[in-house]
DNA sequence: TCGAAATCGTTATAATATAACATATCGGCA
DNA sequence: TGCCGATATGTTATATTATAACGATTTCGA
């Protein structure tokens, strides 16, 4: 049967467990797909920023690491998180200098606009389509190349604010 | 006679001390306009600032205020800094952790689009009405309040890919 | 002119990120 | 198989960005 496409937001009650499979088979996949390495070091730390929806910095992930053994140094973490962004499979929320996992399916990926719920902490990706057309157009009328585009908000999600579905 | 409104990205031969008088104006009445206090310390770093249309480093405005004979606390730069954010006659370039001058009219002011020329450093501000109704559009979807914004586009500037109109 | 609020100074430290160079591992290929 | 170049990781040091805590000073209205 067609699997159910996750919501953004992922309900409060949702089977992480599963959730968090399918996303480190997701991430698998993209680094095979593109010829990449997903070595252990990187999917320790891939595991320590796809365990929760929310951004995580680098220095929390040496903390969580170290409780599995050996304290990594920030550069080796930091090495291994630039690997994960490059293969797509962990953004970074500029407005926190943090990191998260991408939920969505790469393959069908388009471009995003990041949500930010400021109470709960959880980050979800929306299809921007519309957003990055205007952004294209606003681009152009300035004879402006765009090589990278930012776009977070910061609010309230629907959980928390009690408007849930 | 109406002035003229600037470009949003300067003509690389524009009057820059004309300019920069008005952003100093723009800045005053912004102050004033709001019952906030434009002092001495705020005045020297905005004035750092607003010195070109790049975003600057705090530790930066460190640097050349040493030059005018004492060496700020970061703290009291930063304290500075968070002052004319809240006046509006400073904004924070999230992708690179940087400050630059708002040279739009505060009065008329709507909300903006961030354009950041990686070739020349400059960074401009136009108008993003029509990003920003497509935002709420997409909030509005996910039932999320949004509180802030960030849109932020990196690129290269007509000046530089030699397409000046 | 008194007093509360705002501003600024001073010191220390937290939080985020990278440079430079050595060692180890992987994977193709002679 | 064993070498080699490329990639990845370890190690040490340091750069960069930002805030906490507390006291002194300034401002401005009552």
Same mark, same amino acid.
């Given at each position: 049967m067609a699997q159910r496409t996750a919501p953004p937001? %992922?309900? %409060?009650?949702?089977n992480h467990v599963a959730c968090l499979a399918q996303t480190l088979d997701r991430a698998r996949t993209a680094f095979e797909t593109q010829g990449l390495r997903l070595t252990d070091l990187r999917l320790r730390v891939f595991k320590q920023i796809a365990a929760s929806h929310h951004a995580v910095g680098a220095y929390d992930i040496i903390e969580q690491l170290s409780h599995e053994g050996t304290r990594l140094a920030p550069v080796s973490v930091y090495r291994a998180i630039d690997a994960l962004i490059e293969a797509g499979v962990v953004h970074r929320l500029e407005s926190k200098n943090a990191f998260f996992a991408c939920h969505a399916n790469h393959a069908s990926q388009r471009q995003n606009v990041v949500l930010s719920c400021a109470t709960c902490g959880v980050i979800a990706e929306v299809d921007g389509e519309a957003v990055f057309a205007c952004l294209d157009t606003l681009a152009s009328a300035q004879q402006f190349t765009q090589t990278s585009r930012i776009v977070e908000l910061t609010g309230r999600c629907a959980h928390c604010t009690g408007n849930a579905a």
């Open positions: 937001f %992922p309900n %409060p009650g949702h």
